[in-house]
Each structure stands twice: as C-alpha cells, then as structure tokens.
C-alpha cells in the first residue's frame, strides 16, 4: 500500500515552480516583484490538485497544460506587449525542460529510488517517503537551478558586444554625470570582499567634469585610508589590483547610487557596481571616458 501526503507534494511543487519562475526571469533580465513570482508559485503549485481530485483528468490535456501555464506567466510577469509575453512563456518552457531533463538525467546516472505517479513525485511509506529520494530532490533541483544559472551567464557573456560606445549615466549624492565608456574583456577587476564588479573612469579626461573630491580622492595614496571626507563614509573602498609589467597597485573606489548603462537605446539598472577612479589614461582616442566590466551586464536588469 502507498501512502501519499499531498500537502507535502504540494510544498514542494511550489518551491521547485518558485525557482523555475526565479530561473526565467534572470534568464530573460525581466523586472517583476517577488510577490508576483510567489503568487505565480502558488498558482503553479495548485495544478497538482488536479491530479488527485475526481474529474480533474481533463487538466492533463496538453491543450489544458499550456492554457494554465499562460496563466502562470500572466501572474508572474507583467504583460506588456505580445512579443514580450510569448519570449517570457516560451523561456518558462525551456527552463522547464532544461532543469527537469537534468534532473531526470541525474536520477538515471545515480539510480537513485524514485517514484512517480502520474507525472509528479511521490512519497512512499508510512512516513514522507525514502529519505534518500527526498534528498536527491531537495538537493538536487537546487544544484541544476544554480548549474543552469551558469551555464546561461557563460551564454549571456558570449552575446556581450565589446568594443561598442555605449552611455553612461551615474548618479552619486544627487549629482548626475554623463560619460561615454565601452564594455572591455580585459576588465575583470571585481571587489575582494563584495565581489562586486568595478567599472573604471578615466580622471586625466573626466577631473574637469567631477568633484574635487574625486579628483583629490584619486590622487591619494593607501596609507590616507582613514583620512577621507565624512559625506564619502562607508562609500570609499580600496582595491588592489595588477597590471603587466608594473608591481601591484591600488584604486580608489567609491559606492555609487545608481548607474544606467544604455545599450541600443535601452537603459539597464547596473547599480551594484563600483565605480573606480584611474589615475592611468584608459586610451588616447579621446571617445571612451570609463571601462564598463562584463558582469555589470551580465547582471543587468531593465531600467
């Protein structure tokens, strides 16, 4: 006899179509609330009803399938035009089907004791079913989510268009600056402690056009760490780094309040960056002001 205990198959339908629904939206850098994605989760989760209830055989239909997934993506996401909505639906679909395909996979390399019934997991036992089964799933769909997630950062990367102007809009204590910059491979300089990605200025071009607090800041030497204005505190960081052929050396950094990159016309919030301050020119062409790094849009979201 085999005994099933639907509230917990329930909880965890929901929290597998919460990282599903978390999963599409990174993919697709689409703007949505976390309430939006629990109420999607929650929607999502309660097709598993169907399965269990007298006369829900008719929600198996795949035409029933793809109606309530529409709804899914709806609840989830903002519609705003059609292009839009069928970009999000299609992506849901193929994070489905990427994530449970390894998974799946996963379970047959391993052999490890699962059972299905009617297409979802099942416990088993007199209690929350093999232990060992529940591990693998609440262990393991986690781990394809944060492989998955970077597999599509590295394909993210691939699309990056370097070498392009794009502008720059930075915002720091109600001051609002303009620059041009480019994305650079050769940028992967990144905040120790943070891990934060540093898009760099170039002061020799940029001193007329900045604070004197910037200017001074830049030109300071590591031992001055303490001595810094009080409206910078808990802004200023240091960071060291190394360039070919000269010995290590380090940057000032401050922590800006917003920075809005603009590629093809469409601004992307890239605010959890860091914006390094170069004494060393960036290049003698006179066009680009500041290096952007590859992470800041990589990470981007919609502005």
């Known amino acids: 006899m085999m005994t099933i205990y639907l509230d917990i198959i329930w909880l965890l339908n929901f929290l597998i179509d919460l990282l599903l629904l978390m999963l599409t939206s990174f993919v ?23 399965l269990f209830y007298p006369g829900g055989e008719f929600m198996t239909h795949p035409i029933m399938k793809g109606i309530y997934s529409i709804f899914i993506i709806l609840i989830a996401f903002r519609f705003q035009h059609i292009q839009s909505f069928v970009q999000a639906l299609l992506m849901f679909y193929f994070v489905n089907f990427a994530v449970g395909g390894g998974l799946i996979g ?44 970077n597999r599509f950062d590295a394909l993210e990367s691939v699309k990056i268009r370097y070498d392009e102007t794009m502008d720059v809009h930075l915002e720091i204590d109600e001051e609002i600056y303009e620059f041009k910059g480019f994305i650079d491979s050769g940028n992967q300089l990144t905040d120790p402690f943070s891990q934060k990605p540093i898009m760099i200025l170039d002061m020799t071009k940029l001193s007329t056009r900045l604070p004197e607090d910037f200017v001074q800041l830049s030109k300071r030497k590591p031992e001055n760490l303490t001595d810094i204005p009080d409206h910078y505190a808990g802004r200023i960081s240091l960071v060291p780094y190394r360039t070919i052929g000269k010995e290590q050396q380090f940057l000032w950094t401050i922590r800006p309040d917003k920075i809005i990159v603009y590629d093809s016309g469409e601004g992307f919030d890239c605010s959890k960056t860091l914006v390094g301050l170069s004494t060393i020119s960036l290049g003698e062409d006179g066009e680009h002001e500041c290096l952007l790094h590859p992470k800041m849009m990589q990470k981007r979201k919609h502005a």
Request: overall charge positive; hydrophobic content about 50%; cysteine-free.
């Open 28 to 50: 697709l850098k689409k703007r949505t609330t976390k309430k939006r994605l629990v109420l999607g989760a929650l929607f999502a989760s309660m097709y598993i009803f169907f």
């Open 106 to 149: 996963l379970h047959f390399f391993l052999q490890v004791d699962q059972s299905f019934i009617q297409g979802t997991f099942a416990t088993r036992g007199n209690q929350f079913g093999s232990p060992i089964s529940w591990l693998f799933v609440v262990v393991g769909f986690p781990l394809m989510i944060f492989y998955a997630k």
